[in-house]
């Protein structure tokens, strides 16, 4: 029987946290979510659960699911589940494209900035 080849030490591996995953994996290459752009602030909020199907979905995918039965916003669920914003929109998109999640983004998110304001903060400033 043959000697099992010796291990060999890789860049990628830690020995604290193991194999690292990286970011295109867990996407497949996508850097885009699917059904347009998703705000870092918009709220994410799971559907029913007789809606949840098992199916082709990453772990991932079932953990934002479970993280998100409250409304979260999309930057507190990527720091909760210590991914990247990147990756979790692309996730998201996945999420929202079979029905799986909701999202609502903030009304003044969805709204054009008022120069008028954004002018009188700048002035106040200034006279500071």
Do not use: C
């Amino acid at each position: 029987m043959p000697a099992d080849p010796p291990r060999v030490a890789h860049d990628w591996l830690d020995r604290d946290a193991g194999p690292v995953v990286r970011p295109y994996a867990m996407t497949q290459g996508r850097v885009a979510p699917a059904g347009g752009d998703i705000d870092m602030m918009a709220f994410v909020v799971a559907a029913h659960a007789e809606t949840f199907v098992d199916g082709p979905l990453q772990p991932e995918h079932h953990a934002i699911v479970a993280a998100a039965w409250e409304p979260i916003p999309v930057v507190e669920l990527a720091s909760t589940l210590d991914l990247s914003v990147g990756v979790v929109r692309v996730l998201l998109g996945d999420l929202r494209s079979a029905g799986l999640i909701s999202m609502y983004e903030p009304p003044a998110a969805t709204k054009p900035h008022d120069v008028d304001v954004l002018k009188a903060v700048v002035n106040g400033l200034r006279a500071l």
